[in-house]
């Protein structure tokens, strides 16, 4: 099981003004989250609630669906290419980056096992898409739109530029290029699915995009590139297990959860640092900026009382961010949480010889880049320490997709019991549609035109 580390935010070691009287805080606070994790779970199967993503590592159906079809397709297609912004691009891309070897879209085929490259256009950068489909060949890519409502312009008007073009280059066979992750029964590009006959996946019901990554919606990109998504799933499932457990003292997102809800509440620490210390988890932190703040972010509490709370996510990525953050978290504000993700069994080992001996640098001869890497984390979190900086830190024994998979569950769940805590709604986003409202009265789309009225007159 994944490791978590908290001893960098006890006041043993920071100090009462910065850090937490940890055992005295589980034991304050054992029954309230022994409560919100039975409530959790036995909410998860109710419609409306929003928690059938407790459910999806169980999703036996959707892992066979995924690679039957990806068994029937293997060989066809060079380049995935997968259109989706938010919670429908950034797990998928975290998982990829993760799992898939570096620089995967530049081996040779046969490095890749002729397995195809993947993209995510997750922008409508016209610079972006219009360099991509230049060097794409789309007759050989397979394009998965994901969108569960169908009405995402930013995904939509991407699909129709590309839809366009295929059907330019392919004539009416373009529909084996596409594949739809979508709503099951309602929406436009369910509708749009229907009739142009498009194979498509779905996205459950009471499934957040932020929270979609172990439905299709990251799946099926997944298999199509040869993850193991079954040892994915088991990781998950195995963490559903541990989380289960109501004793604070044995749940690591419950322990995660409260330590962020009371250094933001209690230390005014309201900034949450994620930093892996592994380039392959660096979209990790993308992830998981998306969850915390769209989760943790609100204006009001369950009780309509106006609140305006939620910790701040920032991304780092160990060791690069030690020369351009660090300095601000140690001798800065001290207002921050710093998550540490640490790797301890790396892919593949990188000697550094025994060279320049006669100068400063001779130390480093003979050690390997790992040991360095990780002796800069550790290094790094007990400088923190020693300037009162709280931190924690997560363990993975190595990258592989059981330990990714427990990573984002936990911190899914985790997340979810912070937003217990904090007592509000962690599954809407009422702060994102305003200006999802507005761009589509500023693009002309029919029942929008009073808001485009309003829009007009303050924007001049």
């Not at 910065?18 to 199967?45: M, Q, T």
């Not at 290029?177 to 590009?189: E, R």
């Not at 979209?283 to 701040?312: C, H, M």
């Not at 300037?387 to 592989?400: F, G, S």
Request: hydrophobic share 40%; charged share 20%; proline share 3%.
């Amino acid at each position: 099981m994944i490791e978590f580390d908290y001893r960098n935010v006890s006041a043993e070691i920071l100090g009462e003004e910065n850090g937490l009287n940890i055992e005295e805080e589980f034991n304050n606070y054992n029954d309230r989250i022994a409560r919100i994790i039975n409530e959790l779970n036995s909410k998860k199967d109710k419609p409306g609630q929003w928690l059938q993503w407790m459910n999806l590592g169980y999703s036996e159906e959707t892992v066979w669906l995924v690679k039957e079809y990806a068994a029937m397709i293997n060989g066809r297609f060079d380049n995935i290419l997968v259109l989706g912004i938010g919670g429908s691009a950034l797990g998928g891309y975290a998982v990829c980056e993760a799992l898939l070897k570096p620089y995967w879209n530049l081996l040779t085929p046969e490095q890749r096992n002729n397995l195809p490259r993947i993209f995510f256009l997750d922008n409508i950068d016209p610079d972006q898409i219009n360099s991509l489909l230049d060097i794409l060949d789309l007759k050989k890519t397979l394009v998965n739109v994901i969108t569960k409502s169908g009405s995402t312009a930013e995904t939509m008007s991407q699909f129709m530029i590309i839809k366009n073009r295929l059907q330019e280059e392919i004539g009416d066979n373009y529909t084996r290029n596409i594949v739809a992750t979508t709503d099951q029964n309602s929406g436009i590009l369910r509708q749009i699915s229907n009739e142009e006959g498009y194979k498509t996946f779905v996205i459950p019901d009471d499934v957040g995009g932020r929270f979609s990554v172990f439905s299709a919606v990251g799946l099926l990109p997944f298999a199509l590139v040869g993850i193991n998504i079954e040892e994915l799933m088991q990781g998950i499932k195995d963490m559903d297990l541990a989380l289960k457990n109501t004793d604070i003292r044995h749940n690591i997102a419950a322990q995660n959860a409260l330590i962020h809800y009371l250094m933001d509440s209690q230390k005014g620490k309201n900034m949450t640092v994620m930093m892996p210390y592994s380039s392959r988890l660096k979209y990790i932190s993308d992830w998981f900026v998306q969850l915390w703040a769209e989760s943790l972010g609100k204006e009001y509490n369950r009780n309509g009382e106006k609140v305006n709370i939620g910790p701040t996510p920032i991304k780092a990525l160990g060791a690069t961010d030690q020369h351009s953050q660090i300095q601000l978290y140690n001798e800065g504000p001290n207002n921050k949480i710093i998550n540490f993700i640490r790797v301890k069994e790396f892919d593949t080992t990188l000697d550094i010889p025994k060279i320049f001996e006669y100068t400063g640098i001779g130390y480093l001869g003979g050690k390997t880049i790992n040991s360095l890497l990780n002796a800069e984390a550790d290094a790094t979190r007990v400088a923190l320490a020693d300037y009162q900086r709280p931190n924690v830190t997560i363990t993975l024994e190595k990258i592989n997709p059981y330990n990714i998979g427990q990573l984002l569950y936990m911190l899914e769940v985790q997340t979810a019991i912070a937003g217990e805590l904090y007592n509000i709604n962690t599954f809407n986003q009422p702060g994102v549609e305003q200006a999802k409202n507005y761009t589509y009265a500023l693009m002309g789309r029919a029942g929008y035109e009073e808001s485009a009225q309003d829009l007009q007159a303050k924007m001049h």
